[in-house]
């Protein structure tokens, strides 16, 4: 007989561990601290350094709320089996910073100050800090998209660049798109009102990127259209290694990477937002490029496989010495 059977574990997992905890009475006192660490991650792409920060997490709900275009019970179960609740949908929100050693270039900025999604997110004027990044040092600012958790962070509560030296660069159909002033009478107005909030008082430093340009050293844009008109990723070169940060490619590391052909509401077109995704994390994975999602688990850096009729997530693990 085994000395531990599956009956005697869970009895373990009940009496016997609480028994164990409690002729340890320093544990059972010691008060619970809720707090994590400063959400920074650092690591180099080729010679240059790289640090990832956190806006904090968005809060989306129930799946059903957020995803279409998958069979019955698939999400359930593509939930299910990776551990994940069922009935609760949380992205992260992970901004990455280059430090070329001439440039500090920021992709993204998170929510800033709207409440859209809650008291979680709006963390990155706190968390680049606590990473030992100020922003006032920061040359670019480099936008995959003018939605809000990408470039609600450019000005603050007063209207004030919280980026007084940055460039702001970004698609021109993603700039038109977004500040449209015809549109604050359809669906997208929340939308469009934190865009023109952003994007409109900072014009004078508005650089359009266009497909394929290296607009800055090192990082190539390459369009990826279906999320937004202009959304895009950039393939980040130092060295030897070429990273590509995939901003929302892919909104979940499990949904929309098992099944690429999944569909989120908020892709302004989702049939070519899909396309779009199969094909470029097809081209990731055939080329075995590490990259990094905006919404995928903390700190989103890893590498994709192709994995049935679509793909896998595979996570880097994070070196606690650089
Ligand atoms: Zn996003």
């Known amino acids: 007989m085994p000395i531990f059977d599956r009956r005697s574990f869970l009895r373990l997992g009940t009496a016997g561990l609480g028994a164990a905890l409690l002729t340890n009475g320093a544990a059972a006192r010691a008060p619970f601290l809720g707090t994590q660490v400063p959400a920074f991650h650092r690591f180099m792409i ?38 994940l609740p069922t009935d ?12 070329t050693g001439d440039k500090l270039i920021v992709f993204d900025t998170g929510v800033g100050t709207s409440t859209m999604f809650g008291p979680s997110p709006g963390k990155l004027p706190t968390t680049l800090v606590k990473a030992g990044i100020q922003p006032r040092d920061v040359d670019a600012i480099v936008l995959s998209h003018a939605h809000p958790d990408h470039c609600g962070g450019l000005v603050d509560a007063d209207g004030r660049a919280v980026f ?25 107005k929340p939308f469009i009102q934190i865009a023109r909030r952003n994007l409109l008082h900072l014009r004078d430093r508005v650089v359009f990127y266009a497909d394929g340009q290296e607009f800055l050293p090192g990082v190539q844009a390459l369009a990826a259209p279906g999320h937004t008109v202009g959304h895009t990723m950039f393939m980040i070169t130092s060295g030897s290694e070429t990273f590509c ?15 690429p052909r999944g569909e989120f509401v908020y892709d302004t077109d989702a049939k070519q937002a899909a396309s779009t995704r199969a094909r470029l994390l097809d081209m990731l994975a055939y080329d075995r490029i590490r990259l990094m999602g905006y919404h995928f688990p903390w700190p989103g850096v890893g590498h994709v496989v192709r994995h049935g009729e679509g793909f896998h997530y595979i996570a880097q693990p994070v070196k606690t010495v650089l």
């Open 88 to 99: 609760d949908i949380v992205l992260e929100q992970n901004i990455l910073v280059l430090n």
């Open 245 to 259: 940060y995939a901003a929302d490619l892919a909104h979940h590391y499990v949904l929309l990477l098992e099944n």
């Open 46 to 83: 080729g010679s240059t350094e790289a640090t990832v920060v956190s806006d904090g997490p968005l809060p989306l709900g129930k799946p059903a709320a957020s995803f279409n275009g998958f069979a019955a019970g698939e999400i359930t179960q593509l939930l299910q089996g990776n551990f």
């Open 164 to 188: 007084p030296n940055a460039q702001v660069y970004i698609s021109s159909a993603d700039f038109n798109f977004w500040t449209d002033e015809a549109k604050l009478g359809s669906q997208l």
